[in-house]
Every structure is written in C-alpha cells, then in structure tokens.
C-alpha cells in the first residue's frame, strides 16, 4: 500500500526572530536577533502546499514555503497539507523578514521530516540562499552573532551585548528593495576607508559589550553603506537627527534600510522611536509608519505548539503539536 506524501510527514511549528543587522562598522557581518517575530506552522494533509497567511498578504516569492518545499525535497518528501504563517516582522524594512522566512522554512521542513532542529545546519541553508550570514545567524541562534566567512561554510559567532543599552527603531511607509539597496553601494573603497571600518569595528564590538555610550558613537560611524543608502530613504537623515537630539546616542540604518536604528538607553527607547516616528510623519503622512523600540532576544529558531487560539508556549522537548478546534 502507497503512503500518500503528506502522511510521511509530521506536524511541527516554529518561531523564528527578527533581525537588525549593519550595526554600525558591522556591515554585513554584525547582527542581532530582536523582539519581533515569524510564526509558523504545518499539518500534513492531501493536496498541493496551501499557504495561509494571518495577515492576508505575501509579497513576492513566499520564501517561507520555498526553503520548506526545498529542503523537504531534499529528503525525498513531499510537501502536502496547510502551512500557517503568522508574522510580527514588517516587510522590507530591515529587520530580517527574508532571513527569518529561509530559517522559518528550513528548520520547519527538518522538524516535519522528523528529524531534530540543527540551528548550525538551518543557518548554513539560509545564508547560502541570502549570500550573507549575519540575519539568518541572529534568526537561527539568537542574540547579538557575528557571521564569520570560513573555508567552507560561514560560522557564527556569539557576541555581549549589554543590558544597559537600548535599541529605538522607525520606519517610513516607503520600502527599499534589497537590490536596489545592493545596487547603490560602490564597487570598491580605498585602503584608508577599510582601514577605519576595521578600526570603527573593535570600537563597535567592546560598546556593545560594556554600554559604553562614546565607543557606540564610535563604532556606530559607517564609510561602507549608510552615506549610499540614507540618501534613498526620504527624511531619514532628519529622522537620526532627532533620535540624537531624544537622547539616543548614535543611529543607522537598519539592514538594507527603509528602517531606522538608534542606540540609548533602554529607558529612552519609546521616546527616541516616537522621534523619529515624528519626522517620518511629516514627510510622508502619519499613515504607514511604524515605530517601537526593540529588545534583544537571546534565543534563536524554536519548536513551539501551535493552537487555533495562535502561539501556545515554546517547546524544549521538541514535541510539536497543533491542536484542532476543542482539542488540548
């Protein structure tokens, strides 16, 4: 007798965090795994992969099916029944939605498949489709990472981060496209300008790790990509400025941009966030800007239980379970 696909298959469900990255001389490599977060879930079925969305929207390819169908065929399964998508992660603002999804994906496809969740090996997969590790390495291990290139895979590094600092953010309504925001970085710089980006770096990496407010000033100076993409975000370059006159102490953009990012104190953070919010607004109208303050979460991808009621708890045994209407 044939076992229908889907049935070789098993419920599971994940939660996967955001991500800011390009913290100041961290372009690139430098990111943190933040409060805000992509929930998601399968249970097997027949018939073709259906894609739910709580939201109602996916805009372009749905990355988060594309990883799972994609490592499920790795497997030698095949994707059948329902995936439910829920995200508190704004799109195209710089906080790692497309890392988050490859990680979503790929460790949902794993846990489904029965196998057991491999952040290093989820990792690997979403930065090889996102061709840089820092987003997926704050998604798949949580907290403040650096993605180190290595001969034959990028590794991660875990990084302190103290708790005396603070993180605000902002966006406008615009987006940027992310190979718009690749596109407007020069091809090369000269040997001074990555001299001082090394320099900025060391100064970046012991702020964060101290909170010491004049190394964050330092190391949050960037030659690399913020002078090439704040131009593309309107009222951005205002918008820092009033973080910094709300008491943050240093600002950039977050990722690829259209967000914004400030550092302060974690006290000033709702202050600093609604500053910049405020600048935004008045270039752009108050409709479709989104601001708040961000907390560092020291976890990465996790099996969690999925009911109709949404997210139920975090799961540390690795039994995933989604319930039907008027079950436990």
């Not at 894609?51 to 499920?72: K, M, N, Y």
């Not at 992310?178 to 001074?192: E, I, K, Q």
Request: net charge negative; proline share 6%; with cysteine.
């Amino acid at each position: 007798m044939n076992i229908p696909a889907g049935q070789r298959t098993r419920a599971a469900a994940v939660r996967v965090p955001g991500s800011t990255s390009n913290l100041g001389g961290g372009f690139d490599c430098v990111a943190l795994a933040i409060d805000r977060f992509l929930d998601v879930a399968f249970e097997p079925g027949t018939g073709p992969l259906a894609v739910i969305r709580s939201d109602g929207a996916s805009l372009g390819e749905d990355l988060v099916a594309i990883s799972f169908e994609r490592t499920l065929a790795a497997r030698g399964l095949t994707p059948e029944g329902t995936l439910r998508v829920r995200s508190g992660i704004p799109i195209g603002c710089g906080l790692g939605s497309s890392a988050a999804a490859l990680v979503a994906g790929t460790a949902l496809a794993e846990l489904a498949a029965g196998a057991a969740l491999d952040p290093r090996a989820v990792f690997v997969s979403a930065a090889g489709e996102e061709g840089h590790g820092d987003n997926a390495g704050a998604s798949a291990y949580g907290g403040l990472v650096a993605a180190v290139e290595g001969l034959d895979a990028p590794q991660v590094v875990q990084l302190e981060l103290s708790p005396a600092i603070g993180f605000a953010f902002a966006a406008p309504p615009m987006r940027i496209p992310t190979r718009a925001a690749r596109a407007a970085l020069p091809a090369s710089v000269s040997h001074g300008v990555a001299v001082g980006a090394l320099a900025r770096m060391a100064a970046l990496l012991l702020g964060l790790a101290r909170g010491d407010r004049d190394l964050l000033c330092r190391g949050f100076e960037d030659a690399l990509h913020v002078p090439y993409r704040l131009p593309l975000i309107a009222g951005g370059e205002d918008a820092l400025a009033a973080a910094i006159h709300a008491g943050a102490w240093a600002g950039t953009v977050s990722g690829a941009g259209s967000g914004l990012l400030a550092v302060c104190s974690p006290a000033d953070a709702v202050h600093v966030s609604e500053a910049m919010a405020a600048v935004l607004a008045q270039r752009h109208g108050t409709d479709g800007v989104v601001a708040f303050p961000l907390g560092a979460v020291p976890f990465g991808v996790r099996a969690v239980q999925w009911g109709d009621d949404g997210l139920v708890s975090g799961d540390p045994a690795g039994e995933q379970r989604i319930a039907s209407a008027g079950q436990e």
